[in-house]
């Protein structure tokens, strides 16, 4: 009999050795395991019978649903719309999320980018490394600097990472407030969780906004030019979800007008951002390339969840992070305790070794 095969991909470069090992050992070697790096994935999904990872380059969707095939899409990613396509919501193929597998580290970074905002880090880094055509180069200038602390931090999409920023905020935040498809559960740091039609409240009182929303056909442009008018005057806005839920014109002429007080994200439309975008040329605007979730065990944890649903998927056991046909319209798996969440499990499985600071090389993340 042929073995099926599992095709996995997580970045440019096939999966280390010993991650393939913990995921063969996970099937207990009953599969082919097809390891490979983004240039080869497209063509490989087409043979493939389960897949584990996250195709970062455009895959023919329809081919791979008509081979009729692929029974099982592990996703490495949380935001799941590189495969969530008409065809495959359509297909049984069935899917499960990353969601809550990275949520510690894009809260913090998120918390990073905020605190650099408001102490005017950019500008004082600039000032520290660049010497053309700058006269305060090594020779500081006291800038303003603002605070978090004692403000009203509105949360859009209390999901894994929102709920972990409320949690990593609330020690500065005055108020903290969210909106949710599944206003439901409201944490304790979190003062008040209204439904997703309350977001225009949420923006009018809110003086840092937290996007950590999916993107799909209804949240694509969401914050266009009369959303981002509703924004509290001179309030934050972060993007830790998706570059395409914001309007990028829209969004430079709200700058430009100093109606926004100012923008930071780890996502930009288009990705990357292109070097003549007017984006680069704010004052109050940090960018950074898409690496909240960067640390350098990600992949071992990708692991854990990976392995724990093999050995749910192998004894008929409810997947984590399993998403309905409406979980794959929407792009996340519904908080309705249909399915069990991998933020409510995680700290069971985990297998990660903490870097060591002193050897990792940097340069070579």
């Known amino acids: 009999m042929t073995r099926k095969n599992l095709v996995v991909c997580f ?22 395991i097809v390891n490979v790096g983004q240039s080869d994935v497209a063509e490989a999904l087409l043979d493939a019978d389960f897949f584990c990872g996250h195709a970062k380059v455009p895959v023919d969707w329809e081919r791979v649903v008509a081979q009729k095939r692929l029974q099982w899409i592990q996703s490495s990613a949380a935001g799941m719309d590189w495969c969530l396509v008409p065809a495959t919501i359509e297909s049984d193929i069935t899917i499960t999320t990353a969601a809550g597998v990275l949520s510690d580290q894009v809260a913090e970074h998120g918390l990073a980018l905020i605190l650099a905002w408001d102490r005017n880090l950019r500008s004082f880094i600039y000032d520290m ?27 859009v999409g209390l999901g894994g990472v929102g709920r972990r920023f409320s949690q990593v905020v609330a020690p500065f935040a005055g108020k903290i407030i969210a909106v949710d498809l599944f206003p439901e559960n409201k944490p304790a740091q979190v003062a008040e ?25 209804e949240t694509r442009g969401v914050f266009n030019a009369e959303r981002l008018a509703r924004i509290k005057p001179g309030a934050l806005l972060a993007n830790l979800a998706r570059g395409p839920l914001v309007d990028t014109d829209a969004l430079v002429e709200a700058l430009r007008s100093e109606k926004l007080g100012g923008y930071v994200c780890d996502v930009t439309s288009p990705e990357p951002l292109p070097q003549d975008s007017p984006l680069w040329d704010f004052d109050n605007v ?77 340069k070579k993340f």
């Open 11 to 32: 970045r440019s470069e096939p999966v280390e050795d010993r991650l393939i090992a913990r995921i063969d050992d996970a099937w207990s070697s009953e599969l082919n």
């Open 129 to 155: 490394r660049v010497k053309e055509d700058n006269p305060d180069y090594r020779s500081f200038k006291r800038k303003p600097t603002f605070d978090l602390i004692g403000k009203t931090v509105g949360i």
């Open 193 to 217: 969780l209204w439904g997703a039609d309350r977001l225009d409240d949420l923006l009018a009182v809110s003086d840092v906004i937290f996007l950590s929303l999916p993107l799909n056909s």
């Open 286 to 362: 940090i960018i950074t390339p898409h690496v909240a979730g960067q640390i350098g065990w990600r992949f071992d944890d990708i692991c854990d969840i990976y392995c724990e649903n093999v050995r749910r998927y192998r004894s008929g056991e409810p997947l984590i992070n399993e998403l309905s046909h409406q979980g794959k319209v929407w792009g996340f798996p519904l908080r309705d305790g249909t399915v069990p969440l991998w933020i409510d499990v995680k700290q069971s499985y985990s297998t990660r070794q903490p870097l060591n600071r002193t050897k990792y090389d940097f």
